[in-house]
């Protein structure tokens, strides 16, 4: 075959909705259809040539008084077309035959972007796995379709669902599961341009996350439909990546995605031939959805009838496991979702009998319909070797070599003031996590009223706008002297969280006291442990470790700085100012709560 492959990185999240979820949700599929990728390639061909849209239609000579009224109604749109002459040029036949040829032609498929496996395109796993329940697939996986297939005793098996791997001469390669992000939205009145009452409804998107890299394949009749298709998007050698758009909500900050290492492979192969044990025996893995119809012309339809109707193959439906889903799309020309329709789902397997050249010419072009959008894929005896109970070999992965030499870190030029903002924002995000654990890692206890925390947390507050701690300076020093002794008397304390009880008091946490609260506000500190000790975060234990002064010592509270990311020593340090503000108001707020709660109690 010869084939157009590249890579596909997501730079923001891609929303490939399938059909599924609840009406205010859209979950996203855990490839890139292929269908997708050749409304990518028609935008990249519009847009080369300069066209708004694709006319692929041709006149024929009208035959009934209904072709007669189509023909006059064209006949005026052709005249009206006629006065944009100047406006907007004609069509070229020879680029509605091109474009007809490479996106709407059998011949010319674009397959399904599956998961990168060390740089190799995965394939769906086949159905007929089968895993133990309640373990991961790395613990062990028996093949159902194999003839020695025999499962363990008193052990179940569950079917696998979904998935993606990689056979190679180790053994079955296991893919990483599709990494998801999930973000609520509004939505907006598109006049207002905000939510209202009528149009205010919130909707989630679980959509794939940005950093992971798809394999994509474009199977081409001849080497110069190859090289069309990528000149559409790769122009020359000096410049062998590019970024596209693809996906649903553009706008909003989904889709865009880099197209990277294209490569023309004449001697293409989907997938590698596994050795037959039995040469009676075949078995058919769909390496994509599939659509058929049956003798009526509904979708669906009998798998095993149409198999042995066409190849005369006999179907073991003891040892087969074959599923259904439902299909559908959306065609951005229309505005409108395709009709939804019921297939064989991939990684569907069947264990065939009986002569298979035949379906073996039908590999490179598949089977069913819309094979140009990369549905009907089929594999013949492709699954991994088996050991005598029918058990897989898993390969273990191979480890990337670490550099000898440590990158130098980027620099960056800070005097484009779009660039400014970018490392604020960056290390803004750095602050507000190193705020979080600061909150849950300190606390103020001892004898100080309410009242005193109320004035501290308003003072804290109004100074954050500026960055100035000033104003907690000159409120300690006109404290009277009640209020000073309570000030004097508080303690600000760290939280060491234990994994059990602690040998000492029983609890699970401990506080061990940094300063009074009038010494800390002047300086505030934190407990940092010796090098070689564990570390914790506050939503994770530590080992119970006998604590000593020795293991721990006190230091100014660490706020996060970025080598890579120069910035200004002045805004840096209003930075530093802000959000030690920001920590007291917090330290102060949930101790007047934690009284608040002791009085109720």
Same mark, same amino acid.
């Not at 000030?487 to 602690?502: D, N």
């Not at 506000?521 to 002064?549: C, F, G, M, S």
């Given at each position: 075959?010869?084939?157009?492959?590249?890579?596909?990185?997501?730079?923001?999240?891609?929303?490939?909705?399938?059909?599924?979820?609840?009406?205010? %949700?859209?979950?996203?599929?855990?490839?890139?259809?292929?269908?997708?990728?050749?409304? *990518?390639?028609?935008?990249?061909?519009?847009?080369?040539? @300069?066209?708004?849209?694709?006319?692929?239609?041709?006149?024929?000579?009208?035959?009934?008084?209904?072709?007669?009224?189509?023909?006059?109604?064209?006949?005026?749109?052709?005249?009206?077309?006629?006065?944009?002459?100047?406006?907007?040029?004609?069509?070229?036949?020879?680029? *509605?035959?091109?474009?007809?040829?490479?996106?709407?032609?059998?011949?010319?498929?674009?397959?399904?972007?599956?998961?990168?496996?060390?740089?190799?395109?995965?394939?769906?796993?086949?159905?007929?796995?089968?895993?133990?329940?309640?373990?991961?697939?790395?613990?062990?996986?028996?093949?159902?379709?194999?003839?020695?297939?025999?499962?363990?005793?008193?052990?179940?098996?569950?079917?696998?669902?979904?998935?993606?791997?990689?056979?190679?001469?180790? @053994?079955?390669?296991?893919?990483?599961?599709?990494?998801?992000?999930?973000?609520?939205?509004?939505?907006?009145?598109?006049?207002?341009?905000?939510?209202?009452?009528?149009?205010?409804?919130?909707?989630?998107?679980?959509?794939?996350?940005?950093?992971?890299? +798809?394999?994509?394949?474009?199977?081409?009749?001849?080497?110069?439909?190859?090289?069309?298709?990528?000149?559409?998007? +790769?122009?020359?050698?000096?410049?062998?990546?590019?970024?596209?758009?693809?996906?649903?909500?553009? %706008?909003?900050?989904?889709?865009?995605?880099?197209?990277?290492?294209?490569?023309?492979?004449?001697?293409?192969?989907?997938?590698?031939?596994?050795?037959?044990?039995?040469?009676?025996?075949?078995?058919?893995?769909?390496?994509? /959805?599939?659509?058929?119809?049956?003798?009526?012309? %509904?979708?669906?339809?009998?798998?095993?009838?149409?198999?042995?109707?066409?190849?005369?193959?006999?179907?073991?439906?003891?040892?087969?496991?074959?599923?259904?889903?439902?299909?559908? @799309?959306?065609?951005?020309?229309?505005?409108?979702?395709?009709?939804?329709?019921?297939?064989?789902?991939?990684?569907?397997?069947?264990?065939?009998? @009986?002569?298979?050249?035949?379906?073996?010419?039908?590999?490179?072009?598949?089977?069913?319909?819309?094979?140009?959008?990369?549905?009907?894929?089929?594999?013949?005896?492709?699954?991994?070797?088996?050991?005598?109970?029918?058990?897989?070999?898993?390969?273990?992965?191979?480890?990337?070599?670490?550099?000898?030499?440590?990158?130098?870190?980027?620099?960056?030029?800070?005097?484009?003031?779009?660039?400014?903002?970018?490392?604020?924002?960056?290390?803004?995000?750095?602050?507000?996590?190193?705020?979080?654990?600061?909150?849950?890692?300190?606390?103020?206890?001892?004898?100080?009223?309410?009242?005193?925390?109320?004035?501290?947390?308003?003072?804290?507050?109004?100074?954050?706008?500026?960055?100035?701690?000033?104003?907690?300076?000159?409120?300690?020093?006109?404290?009277?002297?009640?209020?000073?002794?309570? +000030?004097?008397?508080?303690?600000?304390?760290?939280?060491?969280?234990?994994?059990?009880?602690?040998?000492?008091?029983?609890?699970?946490?401990?506080?061990?006291?940094?300063?009074?609260? /009038?010494?800390?506000?002047?300086?505030?500190?934190?407990?940092?442990?010796?090098?070689?000790?564990?570390?914790?975060?506050?939503?994770?234990?530590?080992?119970?470790?006998?604590?000593?002064?020795?293991?721990?010592?006190?230091?100014?509270?660490?706020?996060?700085?970025?080598?890579?990311?120069?910035?200004?020593?002045?805004?840096?340090?209003?930075?530093?100012?802000?959000?030690?503000?920001?920590?007291?108001?917090?330290?102060?707020?949930?101790?007047?709560?934690?009284?608040?709660?002791?009085?109720?109690?």
């Amino acid at each position: 075959m010869i084939a157009l492959t590249f890579a596909i990185t997501a730079s923001e999240p891609l929303l490939l909705t399938a059909l599924q979820g609840d009406p205010n %949700s859209a979950v996203s599929l855990p490839y890139i259809p292929g269908s997708v990728l050749r409304g *990518m390639f028609i935008g990249a061909y519009l847009r080369k040539h @300069g066209l708004n849209e694709l006319d692929l239609t041709t006149d024929t000579a009208p035959s009934t008084e209904l072709d007669q009224a189509t023909s006059k109604r064209r006949n005026r749109q052709k005249n009206q077309a006629k006065k944009k002459k100047d406006r907007q040029q004609q069509p070229d036949p020879h680029l *509605m035959a091109t474009a007809k040829r490479l996106f709407f032609d059998q011949h010319t498929q674009f397959l399904n972007a599956y998961p990168s496996i060390e740089g190799q395109r995965s394939l769906p796993l086949p159905r007929s796995l089968r895993y133990e329940k309640r373990t991961q697939l790395h613990a062990g996986l028996w093949d159902s379709a194999a003839t020695n297939f025999s499962p363990p005793e008193n052990r179940p098996l569950k079917g696998i669902k979904g998935g993606f791997g990689l056979v190679t001469s180790q @053994g079955l390669q296991l893919g990483p599961s599709a990494e998801t992000v999930i973000n609520i939205h509004t939505a907006r009145h598109r006049g207002k341009g905000r939510a209202t009452r009528e149009d205010g409804a919130v909707f989630r998107y679980e959509a794939l996350a940005p950093g992971q890299t +798809f394999q994509a394949a474009v199977i081409c009749q001849n080497h110069a439909d190859a090289q069309d298709l990528q000149a559409l998007f +790769f122009n020359s050698a000096e410049h062998p990546a590019c970024w596209a758009w693809i996906g649903g909500s553009r %706008s909003a900050g989904y889709g865009k995605v880099n197209l990277e290492t294209p490569i023309i492979d004449d001697t293409w192969n989907e997938y590698a031939s596994a050795s037959q044990a039995d040469a009676d025996t075949h078995t058919i893995t769909l390496l994509s /959805d599939l659509i058929l119809r049956d003798q009526f012309g %509904s979708y669906g339809g009998d798998l095993s009838a149409y198999l042995k109707q066409r190849y005369c193959l006999e179907v073991d439906s003891a040892r087969s496991s074959i599923a259904t889903t439902i299909v559908g @799309g959306f065609n951005r020309k229309w505005g409108l979702p395709l009709p939804q329709a019921q297939a064989f789902a991939m990684g569907s397997t069947l264990v065939v009998k @009986g002569d298979i050249s035949k379906l073996h010419q039908r590999i490179d072009s598949g089977l069913g319909e819309r094979r140009y959008d990369g549905f009907g894929r089929i594999a013949l005896n492709w699954r991994p070797h088996t050991e005598d109970n029918g058990k897989i070999t898993i390969a273990q992965p191979t480890e990337p070599a670490e550099p000898a030499e440590a990158p130098a870190p980027v620099r960056f030029n800070l005097s484009n003031p779009t660039t400014e903002l970018v490392v604020e924002r960056i290390l803004r995000q750095r602050f507000e996590q190193r705020l979080l654990n600061l909150s849950a890692r300190l606390r103020i206890t001892g004898d100080i009223s309410p009242t005193q925390l109320a004035r501290l947390w308003l003072i804290a507050r109004n100074s954050i706008p500026t960055a100035d701690l000033g104003p907690i300076n000159e409120l300690l020093a006109a404290l009277p002297s009640n209020a000073r002794g309570q +000030f004097e008397r508080a303690s600000v304390e760290f939280i060491i969280k234990f994994a059990s009880p602690s040998p000492s008091n029983g609890n699970t946490d401990t506080g061990k006291r940094l300063a009074s609260l /009038d010494q800390w506000l002047k300086a505030p500190t934190i407990y940092r442990n010796q090098p070689n000790q564990p570390v914790a975060e506050p939503h994770q234990a530590e080992p119970v470790l006998p604590i000593t002064d020795q293991d721990w010592e006190i230091k100014p509270l660490d706020w996060p700085r970025l080598d890579a990311l120069p910035y200004q020593d002045e805004k840096y340090n209003s930075l530093e100012r802000e959000y030690t503000l920001r920590l007291i108001t917090a330290l102060a707020k949930i101790a007047r709560k934690q009284q608040q709660k002791e009085h109720s109690a």
